[in-house]
């Protein structure tokens, strides 16, 4: 095949990755605005952790209660529903008169993301031509991190240098939400024999003994790294403001960005390392991420803070796809849907449940001390799962890798 042929190949592929980038850019789009919205609605670093959440929920709900949705009635309608959820949470945020408002809006996004995360993967795979399965699965995953990275950076630019900074950044999401929809109505459906709604059953998380050895770590890093992200996410832009005076929205959304940015280049350099290496590596850069954070924090430096973003962004990168290709391989193929939704709802669960804990701690003992207890827990989990995955092969279940030797090279 030609190289302008293959190029044509991929189209289909590139031009649903992009889709799925729209979306999950407007998870993230709110990030750098939540301190203009605490000046305009008067609400506290508690509630801003809170309305962050709200959106983990969303997904988590998703992802158990319809995440098979798209195998029965094909992946187009599933993401025909992501985008009207994503348009419906910007339409909350245009109109967010009172904290209810931005409940509902981190809802429907959640909900959104919910939608695309599972749907949008396996269609950006499937459009694919034949022999571009791993290519593909980075295409879909930088697709991911690079929306997710892409709203602060967009809100932030918007929002520090164009007029209506709490009005603008949404109103050009819905632009390009309506831009992915016209995309998305070229794209063929790629699910054959489709099945009406009303016989998609809720996922029941699951857990067969093989894979358990396999994802106790694979899990404790999945949690870190999302954690991580999640206080990124959340309440990087109040510490930037409050302790290190950066009141420049464009600097909150770039230091966000980073952190998604190097997660992708995390996960591009697992072919190159391979699977089993890419784990503990990425717990380390977690660990790194973690430590050069609490020195911010302690210290007081935005360059610091820079380099937490980029080191604990790689490892998230790194320790993520590789948790994500081992559990999988473990996993029987009866029940591998199943178990990366357990995986992915333990993910989630640390975008949230961390941010919400530096919340209530933010009230009691203020946002640096709170932030450093945070820190000190994640430091303990993901040392222990580094641990685990140093411990020699004896002492715990062979992964694949392991038992069957050298498996094909991820891009």
Request: hydrophobic share 50%.
């Amino acid at each position: 095949m030609d190289g302008g042929l293959d190029r044509r190949g991929w189209l289909p592929c590139y031009l649903s990755g992009a889709v799925f980038a729209v979306c999950m850019a407007g998870t993230t789009l709110p990030t750098p605005l939540y301190s203009l919205y605490q000046g305009e609605l008067g609400f506290s670093e508690m509630t801003v952790t809170v309305v962050y959440a709200v959106y983990a929920f969303g997904v988590i709900g998703v992802l158990l209660l319809a995440g098979n949705a798209s195998d029965a009635v094909g992946r187009r309608p599933v993401l025909w529903w992501g985008l009207g959820c994503a348009a419906a949470s910007a339409v909350c945020f245009l109109c967010a008169t009172a904290l209810g408002w931005l409940y509902a809006g981190r809802l429907l996004s959640g909900l959104s993301a919910g939608l695309f995360t599972g749907a949008a993967t396996a269609y950006v795979m499937e459009l694919a031509p034949g022999r571009g399965s791993s290519r593909a699965s980075f295409v879909a995953t930088a697709a991911n991190m690079g929306g997710l990275g892409c709203g602060p950076l967009l809100a932030g630019f918007l929002a520090q240098y164009a007029s209506w900074p709490l009005y603008l950044p949404f109103v050009v999401h819905l632009v390009l939400l309506a831009v992915s929809a016209v995309v998305l109505s070229g794209l063929k459906e790629t699910v054959g024999e489709r099945r009406p709604l009303a016989t998609v059953r809720p996922q029941r998380p699951g857990l067969p003994p093989e894979v358990r050895a396999v994802f106790r770590p694979a899990a404790l890093a999945s949690f870190v790294g999302f954690a991580l992200f999640g206080v990124f996410t959340s309440v990087s832009p109040a510490f930037l403001s409050q302790f290190l005076g950066v009141d420049n929205h464009a600097v909150s959304g770039l230091v966000v960005a980073l952190a998604f940015f190097a997660s992708i280049a995390g996960q591009s350099a697992v072919g190159r390392i391979g699977e089993r290496r890419s784990l503990p590596l990425g717990c380390a850069g977690l660990l790194g991420g973690l430590t050069l954070l609490a020195a911010a924090l302690w210290w007081q430096l935005l360059p610091l803070v820079v380099l937490s973003a980029l080191l604990g962004g790689a490892g998230q990168g790194l320790a993520f796809r590789a948790a994500l290709s081992q559990v999988a391989a473990a996993s029987p193929v009866d029940r591998r849907a199943a178990v990366i939704s357990t995986l992915f709802v333990v993910a989630y669960a640390g975008i949230s449940l961390p941010v919400i804990g530096v919340g209530v701690l933010s009230v009691h003992i203020g946002l640096q001390d709170a932030g450093l207890v945070f820190i000190a827990c994640m430091a303990v989990l993901v040392t222990c799962a580094g641990l685990y995955l140093l411990r020699p092969p004896a002492g715990r279940t062979p992964t694949p890798d392991q038992a069957n030797g050298p498996r094909p090279r991820l891009p």
